[in-house]
């Protein structure tokens, strides 16, 4: 009996100038489908990065937060020293502070009567303290001369921690 052979042959046929068989391409094979592996993620492997993803943040964001909080008070710090030199730059060449009408702006602009102002003193605006509050100017201060203080996160005279002052005499 003759075996016969159930498999599917490819369909060929002869090529005209070189007379080699060629099989027929499918439109898939001939797009190239078929010669490079699919690419990409599955929806389940997005979500899972992204789930990992919030875990951290959640896990980071309270510790970076924490660090925050003292830079302000060393912001503030920083600029209370930098007013306190601008002050005793005017002090010697007009001879005193500013009085209270004047202010920290008499580091900018030169006060109606100011003899000897070579300023301005502070190149640039005269800033808010770091919980977005103007600066307190006081003349005469609690140990003479003057006093320049922030009321911190409470926006209130004292506290403790984040809401504690920050004063030009503990700057130093």
């Known amino acids: 009996m003759l075996a016969v052979d159930t498999r599917v042959?490819?369909?060929?046929?002869?090529?005209?100038?070189?007379?080699?068989?060629?099989?027929?391409?499918?439109?898939?094979?001939?797009?190239?489908?078929?010669m490079y592996p699919l690419v990409g993620f599955t929806l389940i492997?997005?979500?899972?990065?992204?789930?990992?993803?919030?875990?951290?943040?959640?896990?980071?964001?309270?510790?970076?937060?924490?660090?925050?909080?003292p830079a302000r008070h060393s912001t503030a710090k920083a600029q209370l020293q930098?007013?306190?030199?601008?002050?005793?730059?005017?002090?010697?060449?007009?001879?005193?502070?500013?009085?209270?009408?004047?202010?920290?702006?008499?580091?900018?602009?030169?006060?109606?009567?100011?003899?000897g102002w070579l300023g301005p003193y502070i190149n640039k605006e005269i800033p808010n303290d770091p919980w977005g509050t103007p600066y307190q100017y006081r003349v005469p201060g609690r140990n003479g001369g003057y006093e320049i203080l922030s009321f911190g996160a409470d926006k209130q005279e004292g506290g403790e921690g984040e809401a504690r002052d920050v004063l030009s005499w503990e700057t130093n």
Request: charged content about 20%; hydrophobic content about 40%.
């Open 9 to 34: 042959m490819p369909q060929t046929e002869p090529d005209t100038v070189s007379g080699r068989m060629f099989k027929y391409k499918t439109k898939a094979e001939k797009a190239g489908y078929f």
């Open 45 to 69: 492997e997005l979500l899972v990065v992204l789930l990992i993803i919030g875990l951290l943040a959640g896990l980071a964001g309270p510790a970076l937060y924490n660090k925050i909080k």
């Open 82 to 115: 930098n007013f306190m030199n601008a002050l005793e730059n005017y002090a010697v060449d007009v001879g005193d502070y500013p009085d209270r009408q004047e202010g920290l702006q008499a580091l900018r602009s030169k006060p109606a009567g100011a003899t």
